[in-house]
Nanobody, 124 residues
Framework: VQLQASGGGLVQPGGSLRLSCVTS????????IGWFRQAPGKEREGVAC?????????YYTDSVKGRFTISRDNAKNTVYLQMNSLEPEDTAVYYC?????????????????WGQGTQVTVSS
């Protein structure tokens, strides 16, 4: 099982980034996939999660609702996180992870495989 996150970078406040999580080694269609972030000195936070296509559910933490959109492309075994109206408070290392089931979860204990992080920095 592998997950590869990419797409981070430096962006000005109000800007946008799209993160990608390319996966392999498991039945991608079945599992929920989540995005988490961790800023220096802070705990890991669940940002967004998307269930399997069959369950068709999404989860967003309150601070990103209306700004971030999670989506999945089953043909490419990839999950995306579109981030708009970025704020300095969004600065963190972002990780994607595979849930233990097809259902969404905002709790990191519900995930068993993690990709490496990608740095997102929002600064003027």
């Amino acid at each position: 099982v592998q997950l590869q996150a990419s797409g981070g970078g430096l962006v000005q406040p109000g800007g946008s980034l799209r993160l990608s999580c390319v996966t392999s080694g498991f039945n991608f269609d079945y599992y929920a996939i989540g995005w988490f972030r961790q800023a220096p000195g802070k705990e890991r936070e669940g940002v967004a999660c998307i269930s399997s296509s069959a369950d068709d559910n999404t989860y967003y933490t309150d601070s990103v609702k209306g700004r971030f959109t999670i989506s999945r492309d089953n043909a490419k075994n990839t999950v995306y996180l579109q981030m708009n109206s970025l704020e300095p408070e969004d600065t963190a290392v972002y990780y994607c992870a595979r849930a233990k089931s097809s259902r969404i979860s905002g709790d990191y204990t519900g995930y068993d495989y993690w990709g490496q992080g990608t740095q997102v920095t929002v600064s003027s």
